[in-house]
C-alpha cells in the first residue's frame, strides 16, 4: 500500500527526487494516524490528529520536502511536529532535524513514534514561530502550519542559500511559497494554493 500510495499519489504528479521518493517509500505512514484512521493512512488527504491538528496529505508533505532541497547532513528546523511524520521524512534523507511543537501531548506521542523507527529528531516543546536561535542557521525551514505572514524570526534563522517553506496566508487563501535567502535579501517563489490549520 504504501508504494502504491508513493506511485498513484506523489509520483505520479510530478515529483522526481529520488531522495524524497525514496524517504516517502520507507516511513510508514500509517503509523502516524490514529488508530480509527488506519484504513486512510495511504489515500492522498491530510486526516485528523485530535487538538485540532491534522497530519498533511502525502502529496504535500512531498512537495514540501522536494521545495526545500535538503542535501544529507543539512540542518532542518521543522515549525509543528504534529504527528511526527514530516520530521520523519526529513530525517530519513539524511537532515539533521530540529522540531518544534506548542503541544506537549503531540509532541510526546510523536517523540515514541520517532524513537520506535530509530530516527533521531530533536524535539522541542515551545512557540515554533520563535524557531530554535541556539541551533541556527538552518539550511531549511519548514512550517506545517500557516502564518498570514511568514515571522521574521524564521527567516533570520535561515542559512544564506537556504529555503523557508510555508503555507502563507490566512483565511482568504494560503499560497505554498518559498523564501530563499541571498546576499540581497530572499527571493520568493509561489507553489499553488494550500489548506493548513493556522500557525498560533
Not at 10 to 29: F, K, N, W, Y
Not at 36 to 59: H, K, M, N, V
Not at 185 to 196: C, I, K, L, Q
Given at each position: 500500500?504504501?508504494?502504491?500510495?508513493?506511485?498513484?499519489?506523489?509520483?505520479?504528479?510530478?515529483?522526481?527526487?529520488?531522495?524524497?521518493?525514496?524517504?516517502?517509500?520507507?516511513?510508514?505512514?500509517?503509523?502516524?494516524?490514529?488508530?480509527?484512521?488506519?484504513?486512510?493512512?495511504?489515500?492522498?488527504?491530510?486526516?485528523?490528529?485530535?487538538?485540532?491538528?491534522?497530519?498533511?496529505?502525502?502529496?504535500?508533505?512531498?512537495?514540501?520536502?522536494?521545495?526545500?532541497?535538503?542535501?544529507?547532513?543539512?540542518?532542518?528546523?521543522?515549525?509543528?511536529?504534529?504527528?511526527?511524520?514530516?520530521?520523519?521524512?526529513?530525517?530519513?534523507?539524511?537532515?539533521?532535524?530540529?522540531?518544534?511543537?506548542?503541544?506537549?501531548?503531540?509532541?510526546?506521542?510523536?517523540?515514541?513514534?520517532?524513537?520506535?523507527?530509530?530516527?533521531?529528531?530533536?524535539?522541542?516543546?515551545?512557540?515554533?514561530?520563535?524557531g530554535w536561535p541556539e541551533h541556527a542557521p538552518y539550511q531549511a525551514?519548514?512550517?506545517?502550519?500557516?502564518?498570514?505572514?511568514?515571522?521574521?524570526?524564521?527567516?533570520?534563522?535561515?542559512?544564506?542559500?537556504?529555503?523557508?517553506?510555508?503555507?502563507e496566508g490566512g483565511r482568504e487563501g494560503q499560497v505554498l511559497?518559498?523564501?530563499?535567502?541571498?546576499?540581497?535579501?530572499?527571493?520568493?517563489?509561489?507553489?499553488?494554493?494550500?489548506?493548513?490549520?493556522?500557525?498560533?
Amino acid at each position: 500500500m504504501l508504494q502504491w500510495m508513493v506511485d498513484s499519489t506523489i509520483r505520479s504528479r510530478g515529483i522526481r527526487d529520488p531522495q524524497v521518493l525514496r524517504a516517502m517509500e520507507t516511513v510508514p505512514r500509517q503509523l502516524f494516524v490514529r488508530p480509527e484512521d488506519a484504513a486512510e493512512a495511504f489515500s492522498d488527504r491530510a486526516l485528523p490528529l485530535g487538538l485540532g491538528q491534522t497530519i498533511s496529505q502525502p502529496y504535500v508533505v512531498a512537495l514540501m520536502t522536494e521545495l526545500a532541497r535538503i542535501s544529507p547532513g543539512d540542518r532542518v528546523l521543522e515549525v509543528g511536529t504534529g504527528s511526527g511524520y514530516q520530521a520523519a521524512i526529513l530525517a530519513e534523507c539524511g537532515a539533521e532535524v530540529f522540531s518544534v511543537e506548542r503541544l506537549p501531548d503531540l509532541a510526546e506521542q510523536a517523540r515514541k513514534r520517532l524513537v520506535e523507527l530509530g530516527l533521531e529528531v530533536h524535539l522541542r516543546i515551545g512557540d515554533g514561530a520563535q524557531g530554535w536561535p541556539e541551533h541556527a542557521p538552518y539550511q531549511a525551514i519548514l512550517v506545517t502550519a500557516a502564518p498570514q505572514h511568514v515571522p521574521r524570526e524564521l527567516l533570520q534563522q535561515l542559512d544564506l542559500g537556504g529555503r523557508l517553506v510555508v503555507p502563507e496566508g490566512g483565511r482568504e487563501g494560503q499560497v505554498l511559497r518559498v523564501y530563499r535567502r541571498t546576499k540581497e535579501g530572499f527571493e520568493v517563489s509561489d507553489h499553488g494554493a494550500v489548506v493548513f490549520v493556522p500557525l498560533r
